[in-house]
């Protein structure tokens, strides 16, 4: 009976979540290696923060007329993940539900903490609003200023979101920190994850009128 083990509850004591902020499409691009005398090439990069797929592409060649090619790929991911479910762009005075969409990939199961803490370009909102259904709200609590926590609970090899109801407040672009640990885990191994998202804020635009004249 391994029961549960707490982990990551929300001691003031805990280190601080590692959060990825540095996204890239492209992980490494070499223009011109050399191979050592067995034919093998060596490179060396800071690996960026995505948890993705990534395609390996290398194209050889010798000489005027010898060209070879050949790819594989790698995933990188973590035990416990968090992504924003976000818009592209959001106005002033839009209303709407951000989702935190948490991925265990683990054998293990419990309750993990999801935290969102929002800038000064969006607040949340703590009063009832018609599109906030009640499946969307684990649990009652409450946005403590610019920060919300929620408890969610994760089967194994399960994915589920939390959404956070937001107001969009100011222009610029809006960057926000993400958390996800556990709280009461079926392991004794402690799991995180943290990322920093960014989108802007833009003032609405106004209707087009087209207006067009004739002479008859």
Known sequence: ?????VGGGGDDQDPPVDTRKNFLATALWTATVKTDASGIVKASFTAPDN????RLMAIASEG????GSAQSGITINKPLMVEPALPRFARIDDELLVKAIVHNTTAQSGDVEVQLTLDDRADFIAEEREF????TQPNATKPEGKTWKKTVSLKAKETASVAFPVKFARTGEAKWKWQVK???????TALEDGMESKFNVEHPVAELRDVRYATI
């Not at 009976?1 to 083990?5: A, D, L, P, Q, T």
């Not at 906030?132 to 499946?135: Q, V, Y």
Request: proline share 0%.
């Open 1 to 5: 009976n391994k029961g549960f083990v």
């Open 51 to 54: 948890l993705t797929r990534y």
């Open 64 to 67: 005027a007329t010898r060209f």
């Open 132 to 135: 906030i259904l009640a499946s």
């Open 182 to 188: 556990t709280a009461k885990w079926s392991d004794a």
